[in-house]
């Protein structure tokens, strides 16, 4: 599977965005999609999944009710809304897909991971 994530940009605190990774190559709702991301100097983190079906998905507690995750298996697109933006989601974005079938991954359960998006958050 081939990942292109984009959507990232320089907002202010309190401001949404909307990142989009679009998937080439293989049967996208195989897949558990998954978005990660890794600040400066920090490790990359999971952010969210969501399951092939799109029934199911899972947040990490720092972004739990700012963040949503969605799909579309139609158009081989995964989404992740991101609002009320503070300085500490500053970090490069991520899209991945995972061949597992639990919500919660880590970057050993990725098997294609996309090139990231930044997003800067401005105080």
């Known amino acids: 599977v081939q990942l292109q994530a984009s959507g990232g940009g320089l907002v202010q605190a309190g401001s949404s965005l909307r990142l989009s990774c679009a998937a080439s190559g293989r049967t996208f709702s195989n897949y558990l999609m998954a978005w990660f991301r890794q600040a400066p100097g920090k490790e990359r983190e999971l952010v969210a999944t969501?399951?092939?079906?799109?029934?199911?998905?899972y947040y990490a507690d720092s972004v739990k009710g700012r963040f949503t995750i969605s799909r579309d298996n139609a158009k081989d697109t995964v989404y992740l809304q991101v609002s009320s933006l503070k300085p500490e989601d500053t970090a490069v974005y991520f899209c991945?897909?995972?061949?597992?079938?639990?919500?919660?991954?880590?970057?050993?359960?990725?098997?294609?991971w996309g090139k990231g998006t930044l997003v800067t958050v401005s105080s």
């Open positions: 991945a897909a995972s061949g597992l079938y639990r919500m919660v991954v880590d970057t050993s359960g990725v098997n294609y």
């Open positions: 969501i399951s092939r079906d799109a029934r199911h998905t």
